[in-house]
């Protein structure tokens, strides 16, 4: 009978002498799932209400060049700022419906698409910008500023 201590070197030794061939690492790809990303945030809210509450932040922004609202918000809106100003400054027919058809108000829509093609004309995206604020004294929200360039 073999005593037990030699008995472990032993089988410590076979194991170590085999070792496993190392499988090559897997090359990553551009082809990878994206499970759970959405590509928005929700906002806590219904979707009829995220939207309504997008379209006029949206409208607030263009309107005024700047507000401020929850960090979060203002991260969202301000996808859809870029949008409105590169239909703007695409200019034909069928962006300023789909413009209208975002943005209600009709006399804004048109101050945009006269406006944007000089103010953004070299400018290939990032009309807005967010800034960082304090945050807000009641619940202790992140704040920020949304703003165009």
Not at 16 to 28: D, G, H, K, S, Y
Not at 115 to 141: C, F, H, I, K, Q
Request: aromatic letters at 4%.
């Amino acid at each position: 009978m073999i005593p037990r201590r030699l008995g472990l070197a032993m089988l410590a030794a076979c194991a170590t002498a085999f070792v496993a061939p190392t499988a090559a690492p897997r090359p990553t790809t551009a082809l990878a799932a994206s499970h759970g990303k959405r590509g928005f945030k929700k906002l806590s809210l219904p979707a009829d209400q995220r939207k309504a509450l997008l379209r006029g932040l949206t409208t607030e922004t263009i309107r005024h060049g700047r507000i401020t609202t929850t960090h979060t918000r203002a991260k969202e809106t301000q996808k859809q700022v870029d949008k409105m100003i590169t239909l703007a400054k695409r200019g034909d027919l069928h962006a300023r419906r789909q413009a209208l058809s975002y943005m209600t108000d009709k006399q804004l829509v048109h101050a945009l698409f006269e406006n944007a093609a000089g103010r953004y004309a070299d400018r290939e995206g990032g009309y807005t910008r967010v800034l960082r604020t304090m945050p807000r004294s009641g619940d202790n929200a992140p704040m920020g500023i949304l703003e165009l360039v």
